[in-house]
């Protein structure tokens, strides 16, 4: 059983750019959550997906914009990307209210 | 609003030692949840405990055991015996209760670096 999968691994983008990250939950999850973890801190709650809707969201820009699909898998989208948004991006998934398994993080640089 | 803090940034001890990493919350709430996470250097959060506002047991796993004390609004863990394989970033963590959908919504600590010396 697979659990929560991410891609890319690394990826490199340049101020101003645009970036999708990818997302899929564990198998018979249904509710995907996304995170930024900025380095040596703690990971910040971006938004939550539930029935391809958006049902909770942080203290993020509206740059920070997300999908998912009736697979359950996820996309977090950034637009116009800032220095400050180069931080490691995981994704959880859950069902039932049972705890957040989450997948090994996107590493994004913004240069 | 929720607040988590771990006023440990660093921990280094020597292998079989104890270690105790703590945890102290904040929130409003009269239901809510708790969490230990650790993360190695690949980046994965591994979840370790979960934990109800309601349930104030202590628990123990295997070498892991944890302390909730509702009073001093503290979740403490220790890690008893320590090895080498358990160098990693340990995080705390806080949900409210979301009782209408769906899933709760992490507030993290900063997180405690742990470094068992061989």
Known sequence: D??????PTHLIKTRGQQVTLRCSPKSGHDTVSWYQQALGQGPQFIFQYYEEEERQRGN????FSGHQFPNYSSELNVNALLLGDSAL?????????VAAFFGQGTRLTVV | A?????AQTEISVVEKE???LDCVYETRDTTYYLFWYKQPPSGELVFLIR???????????????WNFQKSTSSFNFTITASQVVDSAVYFCALSEDISNFGNEKLTFG????????P
């Open chain 1, 2 to 7: 697979a659990g929560v999968t991410q891609s």
């Open chain 2, 51 to 65: 934990r109800n506002s309601f349930d104030e047991q202590n628990e123990i796993s295997g070498r892991y055991s």
């Open chain 2, 18 to 20: 104890d270690v105790t």
């Open chain 1, 89 to 97: 991006y995981l994704c959880a998934s859950s069902v039932n209210r």
């Open chain 1, 60 to 63: 993020f820009p509206d740059r």
């Open chain 2, 2 to 6: 929720q607040k988590v803090t771990q």
């Open chain 2, 110 to 117: 900063t997180g405690t670096r742990l470094t068992i010396i």
